[in-house]
């Protein structure tokens, strides 16, 4: 083979990945608009009159989850599955946002932590990489570690919203998610940095506390205490 005809088999190897990365940019453009519309439904449960609505608005953000889902499934088809890791950064940060909107979702229905699983098939994807298309563990940190700077924001809300034993459940809550992120070794150096602002989200909410406190607004948190729907 000349120099000439194997430059020519390396462009056109060239310009088969480029293809391919484009085709997986146009769907990630489609997947972060849905993100965006997820994320303006469920920010009105900031607004003092949010709270009443919280049921609705879980609702509404679930219905978006499909077209989540079905976006995922055809970019599923963009690529090998062993492929994965190749093209991960095109939608890293697009898988990272729609897990915490996932787990804001869940959170606002139940004020519990949502699982890596339960993430997955909410989004339609798997948890095993084996099978192909998958969460990654860290992109499912990374979007639990946004849960706790959007709570950290809820819980001051809650109190103009005249809510004053919602930051108390948030509280114990971002404790208890921090005790459990104390518990990894993480060395993925973003992640890291994500998860070094998680004391800021805690102190935040402990000064929202105290205040609710030496003001007497202060109530324990209700035992199983869920959001109705």
């Not at 339609?124 to 084996?130: A, N, P, S």
């Not at 103009?160 to 990894?184: H, K, M, Q, V, W």
């Not at 060395?187 to 800021?200: A, I, T």
Request: proline share 3%; with cysteine; hydrophobic share 40%.
């Amino acid at each position: 083979m000349s120099v000439t005809e194997l430059f020519s088999n390396i462009q056109g190897f060239l310009s088969a990945d480029q293809d391919v990365r484009e085709d997986i940019r146009k769907v990630v453009q489609v997947l972060e608009q849905t993100a965006r519309e997820i994320l303006t439904v469920l920010q009105s449960v900031h607004q003092p009159t949010g709270f009443k609505d919280i049921p609705s608005k879980c609702l509404k953000a679930r219905e978006l989850f499909c077209t989540v889902r079905n976006h995922l499934g055809f970019l599923k088809t963009k690529f090998p599955a062993e492929q994965y890791y190749r093209f991960h950064e095109h939608w890293r940060f697009v898988l990272q946002r729609v897990t915490f909107l996932a787990a804001f979702v869940v959170y606002l229905e139940t004020e519990t932590l949502v699982t890596r699983e339960e993430v997955a098939k909410i989004l339609g994807i798997e948890v095993d990489r084996e099978k192909g298309f998958h969460l990654d563990i860290e992109d499912y940190l990374s979007g639990v570690l946004t849960l706790a700077s959007e709570l950290s924001r809820l819980a001051v809300n809650s109190v103009t919203a005249g809510d004053y034993g919602r930051p108390l459940r948030i509280s114990n809550f971002i404790n208890e998610l921090d005790s459990g992120f104390r518990l990894l070794n993480l060395k993925n150096d973003p992640l890291r940095k994500r998860y070094d602002g998680l004391k800021y989200d805690v102190k935040k909410i402990e000064e929202v506390v105290y205040d609710l406190s030496i003001r007497g607004l202060a109530k324990e948190p209700e035992s199983g205490a869920t959001t109705e729907k």
